[in-house]
């Protein structure tokens, strides 16, 4: 069993920068690929970033690409967004999820799932 807590969200102005944290419990974190989804009113959740067990690869949405970064911090037992260049598009509320070792990036295969963060981006 794993639990996620997110922290970091609030409110940036466009072009400001937040980092968003996930802190887990439980055993085996370094076994985990962690991922980071957003959803914003009256959209679907949709993957913005993910970075594998061991760190060893990364993925970002196109509408991300060269503006967050995901981290991991396996002695901590938590994951990062770093997100610069925010735009009002951000807006939406973040999730940090966990899946298994061996496992895709697909949706489904995330096991595990925080309550969110809110992010806020005024123009």
């Known amino acids: 069993q794993v639990q996620l807590v997110e922290s970091g969200g609030g409110l940036v102005q466009a072009g400001g920068s937040l980092r968003l944290s996930c802190a887990a419990s439980?055993?085996?974190?370094?076994?985990?690929?962690m991922g980071w989804f957003r959803q914003a009113p009256g959209k679907e959740r949709e993957l913005v970033a993910d970075?594998?067990?061991?760190?060893?690869?990364?993925y970002y949405a196109d509408s991300v690409k060269g503006r967050f970064t995901i981290s991991r911090d396996d002695a901590k037992n938590t994951v990062y967004l770093q997100m610069n260049g925010l735009k009002p598009q951000d807006t939406a509320v973040y999730y940090c999820?966990?899946?298994?070792?061996?496992?895709?990036?697909?949706?489904?295969?995330?096991?595990?799932w925080g309550q969110g963060t809110q992010v806020t981006v005024s123009s």
């Open positions: 999820a966990a899946r298994r070792v061996g496992t895709t990036i697909r949706r489904d295969e995330y096991t595990y």
């Open positions: 439980g055993r085996a974190f370094s076994m985990y690929g």
């Open positions: 970075i594998s067990w061991i760190g060893g690869n990364t």
